[in-house]
């Protein structure tokens, strides 16, 4: 009979990980902004990697002439406003999320698409394999995007996710999270991350997350709450940058 593994022991993997890493650091290693693939308390992560060498294209061009194509045309003034893709108001805690998408030198990386998807307001997503006993939400679909502007800024209003179970092992609970994709010049140009909410319970439990050993790292996947940015009686307000490469880089899943 498998012996059930439980959080005790994915929290004692973890602070392992966390130790080696920090020794290693001690010793003259470089920090490290990205976790290893096989990273052992994300138990599925051996599965959400590539196990061979990639196949080199001798043309990669070519890869775009059957692919799909986005521009400023083919994103409409209210997809970044997850609240209204449907007849009636999402239930949840309505905020807005705004930041900058920008290179190691911190200039703005223009017309860039950026699309997030999420769990509802009760941690579920709209999705058939999601079959937890959450409530859906007839009106929150939890998808959004839009383009980045001149300055490099993006902005999505939407709810505030909930925590949700999943089965990496026992008693298992993701903290709530918005998930980001971001595209360069083409579909094949894709880089995909998560933004955290600040102060959450759940972080020390998360395998995902802690995966991040660098700590600096780790904290700038956290957005910082700002209430300059809440819209009184309607919303609060969340920013978080993120920074494509450089020291300052923002943890992309599957590395690089």
Request: glycine share 8%.
């Amino acid at each position: 009979m498998t012996t059930p593994l439980t959080q005790a022991r994915i929290s004692e993997e973890i602070a392992e990980q966390r130790e080696a890493y920090a020794k290693a650091v001690a010793a003259g290693a470089p920090g490290r902004s990205h976790p290893d693939r096989g990273y052992a308390p994300y138990r599925s992560s051996v599965l959400r990697h590539p196990g061979k060498p990639l196949v080199a294209l001798h043309d990669p061009e070519a890869v775009e002439l059957s692919g799909p194509v986005f521009g400023v045309t083919d994103v409409t003034a209210l997809d970044h406003d997850l609240t209204r893709r449907h007849r009636g108001e999402p239930l949840g805690e309505r905020i807005r999320v705004i930041g900058r998408v920008l290179d190691r030198d911190g200039r703005p990386v223009r017309g860039q698409l950026v699309e997030v998807w999420q769990a509802n307001a009760s941690g579920r997503y709209a999705h058939q394999r999601d079959d937890h006993p959450a409530p859906l939400d007839p009106n929150f679909t939890g998808v959004g995007r839009c383009l980045t502007d001149d300055q490099g800024a993006y902005e999505f209003v939407t709810v505030k996710p909930g925590a949700y179970p999943w089965r990496n092992h026992v008693n298992a609970w993701r903290p709530a999270h918005i998930h980001f994709s971001l595209f360069g010049n083409a579909f094949t140009q894709r880089l995909i991350t998560q933004m955290y909410f600040p102060g959450d319970p759940l972080f020390a439990y998360d395998p995902i997350l802690q995966s991040v050993t660098d700590d600096s790292a780790r904290r700038r996947l956290v957005a910082t709450y700002d209430h300059d940015l809440s819209t009184p009686e309607w919303s609060l307000g969340y920013r978080w940058d993120i920074v494509l490469d450089g020291p300052a880089a923002t943890w992309i899943e599957e590395g690089r």
